[in-house]
């Protein structure tokens, strides 16, 4: 029995939940269960305490695995695999390889499924066994395929933090601008109408959807990008073409977009016709198997559930034969039966039906619309609603790249969260390391009876802990309260505040005055925030680096030429080829731009290891186009540390004063 999905805001789903069990009652509801089996990561960690390794020597074969990985033959892996060639294998690590292989695949505890519910007209004990989870929730014991198979209904009641993403930009447009405004600003999430929008159109042909609900990652981007056809239908298409095994198919109907001649495979196969001839949705390949291969909807079914469903890939051979044998005897030619097969195997993994990504591409749209009207805003929400694919930095860099300043945070200004407006966003008390909750209530409690009109009438008004209190000033939270004093300054009368007994008096004087140089000021705000504010990573380092290496948005004048490059970190995602060799995508940004990366077999030999401990990187690459749309293909990379520290050392040498 198909299951039904519901999403809602990420942070009202707990809500939800408990409403439904308050309406039927624990009698008649259960929720799913999720089964977690000890995968080659967990298996090599369990064994590894066992044997008594530290963490960072479990993490030296771990943090090499992926997540993805599904292999049992651990040993021969890590010792014919480059991307464990930087690995010390002594004996400890082999036994801990060989015994984890024996557990690999164990059933290790039932856990709580994300959001899918079971509600039955009587007693659920009569139609599945309940346990009670540790965290109090009643679940069964199935998980949600055995509860599918089953008969029984599964309602996923799923958290999406787009949504709550879209509910909190639009808020806060209407907090910014108001009623007076509210004729030709105020948003209504009903009356947006993104599809067709030419602002929203212009950002989604650019690429530029990063923070955009389902349609950000790299691959996606570009994809976009390079089609440069963004109505509902295509977005609809691509959304379900972006699957790991259909990269191949992705190239095909790129070239068919710009116009190059296709035929349908077969004209029974007319169905694939608003594909550009390529199965993209779920439904094509139950209906591929119908129609070629003469099966029954129930068994087409059943094949298509094998291809997305990792637990039955053992019966995927089983199905290829089926079909092609059946398609053999339709008269289908051998030639289009393995073309066809092709196209069903790229599903292999996961996929979509057409209005899972009809209703997704809309929300995508929606997201977009904010985006490109409402930047600041918009982007603010994102960070504040956390769980996208990119970091808060990545963000933030976006923003910056849009016009919006960034303003740090203030123990007047601030919220919790981030918030956005009129080019402005201030980033909000949640982003700063280490501050604990109670301290941010606090202060969010105490302003409802007034703004802090200085810094002393801050100290009389909150009682902090001294860690508390020295991690807002070292987020520069108090410097509009007192801007004539330095951190230093600053930092000496709230620690000697804090630190006092009894009565407490502000300090009117402190021993050092003087400013934080550039250096301390970037250590500073990594320790506080987790990466810079007030420079770029990576411009700290180009005065000391030769002119050569350009910048990224000049990528596009050197198109089949190698040239050197820095950049920070944002993303990666290792995949293998068509031969299984492992290779990597990896995107960087420097001042001036992001820009994506790969590191093909070879070179991900050399360098792959690198990305695992390096976040600041020198490459030379050659610069390719696709479809118009640029990317470099990595031929050295190094740490742009090591480099810089290397021509110090070189340049120290040649001082005439040695």
């Not at 990528?555 to 995602?573: A, E, M, N, W």
């Not at 995107?587 to 360098?607: A, G, M, R, S």
Request: aromatic content about 10%; proline content about 4%; some cysteine.
């Amino acid at each position: 029995m198909p299951d039904i999905d519901v999403d809602f805001p990420w942070d009202e789903r707990d809500s939800i939940l408990e409403y439904v069990f308050k309406k039927y009652g624990k009698e008649r509801t259960a929720m799913v269960s999720s089964q977690i089996f000890l995968e080659p990561r967990s298996a090599v960690r369990e064994v590894g305490k066992v044997h008594g390794l530290s963490n960072e020597e479990i993490k030296s074969i771990t943090k090499r695995i992926g997540w993805y990985a599904s292999r049992r033959d651990l040993e021969h892996w890590v010792r014919t695999d480059q991307r464990f060639a930087n690995v010390d294998l002594d004996e400890t690590l082999i036994r801990v390889l060989r015994e984890s292989e024996k557990i690999v695949g164990v059933f290790r505890y039932p856990s709580v499924h994300p959001g899918g519910v079971v509600i039955v007209p009587d007693k659920i004990r009569k139609y599945v066994p309940v346990l009670v989870a540790p965290k109090g929730v009643q679940i069964v014991e199935w998980e949600k395929d055995q509860v599918e198979d089953s008969g029984l209904l599964k309602i996923d009641l799923l958290g999406n933090r787009s949504l709550a993403v879209v509910r909190d930009t639009i808020r806060q447009v209407n907090l910014n601008y108001g009623e007076a405004a509210s004729r030709s600003k105020y948003v209504d999430y009903h009356r947006i109408q993104p599809v067709g929008d030419e602002k929203t159109k212009t950002l989604m042909k650019a690429g530029k959807t990063m923070g955009v609900f389902y349609i950000e990652s790299p691959a996606t981007r570009q994809l976009l990008a390079k089609a440069g056809v963004v109505d509902f239908e295509h977005v609809v298409i691509y959304s379900s073409i972006i699957r790991p095994a259909a990269n191949r198919f992705t190239n095909i109907m790129l070239a068919r977009i710009h116009g190059k001649d296709w035929e349908l495979i077969h004209p029974d196969l007319h169905f694939l016709a608003e594909s550009y001839g390529i199965m993209v949705y779920e439904e094509q390949v139950s209906m591929a198997a119908m129609t070629m291969a003469g099966l029954g909807y129930t068994e087409a079914e059943a094949l298509r559930k094998t291809m997305s469903r990792d637990s039955m890939q053992h019966l995927v051979l089983f199905w290829k034969k089926k079909f092609t044998e059946g398609a053999l005897r339709q008269g289908y030619s051998s030639n289009i039966v393995k073309e066809v097969w092709d196209m069903i195997a790229s599903f292999i993994g996961y996929s979509f039906c057409k209005p899972h990504s009809a209703s997704y591409a809309m929300l995508s749209f929606t997201c977009a619309y904010l985006k490109a009207h409402f930047t600041a805003e918009f982007l603010a929400a994102v960070i504040s609603n956390q769980g996208g694919f990119y970091s808060s930095y990545a963000y933030m860099s976006e923003a910056r790249r849009f016009g919006v300043h960034i303003l740090p945070p203030d123990v007047n200004r601030s919220h919790r969260e981030w918030r956005g407006g009129k080019k402005k966003i201030r980033m909000g008390l949640m982003s700063i390391k280490r501050l604990q909750q109670k301290a941010v209530d606090s202060i969010l409690d105490e302003r409802k009876a007034g703004e802090f009109d200085s810094l002393n009438d801050f100290l009389s008004r909150v009682d902090l802990d001294l860690a508390d209190a020295m991690t807002l000033t070292n987020a520069g939270c108090f410097k509009s309260l007192a801007s004539e004093l330095t951190h230093r300054e600053l930092a000496y009368r709230v620690a000697g505040f804090y630190l006092q007994n009894g009565d407490r008096e502000p300090l009117t004087a402190s021993p050092v005055n003087y400013e934080l140089t550039a250096e301390d000021q970037y250590r500073l705000e990594l320790e506080t925030f987790g990466y810079p504010l007030s420079v770029h990573p990576v411009a700290r380092y180009r005065p000391m680096l030769s002119r050569r290496i350009k910048y990224a948005r000049d990528i596009p004048k050197f198109i089949g030429q190698s040239i050197y490059l820095i950049g920070v970190y944002i993303t990666r995602k290792e995949t293998e080829t068509r031969k299984s060799n492992p290779m990597e995508f990896l995107t960087l940004e420097d001042e001036t731009d992001i820009y994506e990366c790969v590191l093909f077999p070879e070179v991900f030999h050399k360098f792959g290891d690198m990305l695992h401990w390096e976040t600041l990187f020198i490459i030379r690459g050659a610069v390719e186009e696709s479809f118009g749309v640029y990317s470099v293909t990595i031929e050295k990379m190094g740490s742009l540390h090591q480099w810089v520290r290397r021509l110090n050392r070189v340049s120290r040498s040649l001082s005439p004063d040695k």
